[in-house]
């Protein structure tokens, strides 16, 4: 489903890995500005991966976008508040909203990479 959605971006670069595992081991190949989360996944949920990058340096100010058909506990919600760039939910018009919150975070990206 995601895949559909970003094939038309501009820059786009990365790859869509199927569990957290891999995708901490992929990343330290890529520059990452941005990084769509899902928060299901085998083997390590998206909670503990985002909890692992913001401990590298090199991530901590790296975009992170949950995407997510989960309902979250108060605890969930906070790790992600303190953690995630934004939170998109499953359903309704994720198209629209994600296509708003890349722009968004390319305009942000391009800002700090010029600056």
Do not use: C, W
Not at 19 to 45: H, W
Not at 46 to 60: D, W
């Amino acid at each position: 489903l995601l895949e559909a959605h970003l094939a038309g971006v501009p820059g786009r670069e990365g790859d869509s890995v199927p569990a957290a595992i891999e995708a901490l081991d992929q990343l330290p190949a890529y520059q990452a500005y941005l990084i769509l989360l899902d928060l299901i996944m085998p083997g390590m949920d998206g909670l503990e991966f985002l909890n692992r990058i913001r401990r590298i340096e090199r991530y901590r100010d790296t975009l992170v976008v949950v995407i997510t058909a989960k309902a979250l506990s108060d605890d969930e919600q906070r790790v992600l508040d303190r953690h995630a760039t934004t939170v998109l939910y499953k359903g309704g018009d994720l198209g629209g909203e994600l296509a708003r919150t890349l722009r968004s975070a390319l305009r942000r990206i391009r800002s700090r990479t010029t600056s």
